[in-house]
């Protein structure tokens, strides 16, 4: 009987040193949600600003996109993001980084040829 309530008790505390490992700061399944990023980019004179942003993967990824001048977009193929802005017009949108790596940002438009010199980076840790 002696080693049915010693193998009670240990498969006890062992459900319990799990259950505390789950819930502790930092665990792994609370590092996957990421964090809330914000960023404001501004796109004028053929080029945008700032022309690199950095984040974690799993982050969620809040951009307020501004066309100074004429029309531009704010585009990453690999995310299959496509967002236009008129002239002087702000659009706000979000996006979980759920891929790692570096992907160029770009104005897709055509109107103006300078338009494809338009490029920034996306990094994804």
Request: charged share 20%; aromatic share 10%.
């Amino acid at each position: 009987m002696r080693s049915r309530q010693w193998l009670a008790l240990t498969f006890a505390v062992s459900v319990l040193l799990l259950v505390s490992a789950a819930a502790a700061p930092g665990n792994v399944a609370a590092q996957d949600q990421g964090q809330v990023r914000e960023f404001t980019i501004a796109g004028g004179n053929y080029a945008f600003s700032p022309a690199a942003i950095q984040v974690n993967r799993n982050d969620l990824v809040k951009i307020t996109f501004t066309a100074q001048d004429i029309p531009h977009s704010f585009s990453v193929n690999e995310y299959r993001i496509l967002k236009r802005a008129a002239a002087g017009q702000t659009v706000t949108f979000e996006f979980r980084a759920d891929q790692s790596g570096q992907f160029t940002f770009f104005c897709s438009l055509t109107q103006d040829a300078k338009c494809r010199d338009m490029k920034g980076i996306l990094t994804v840790r």
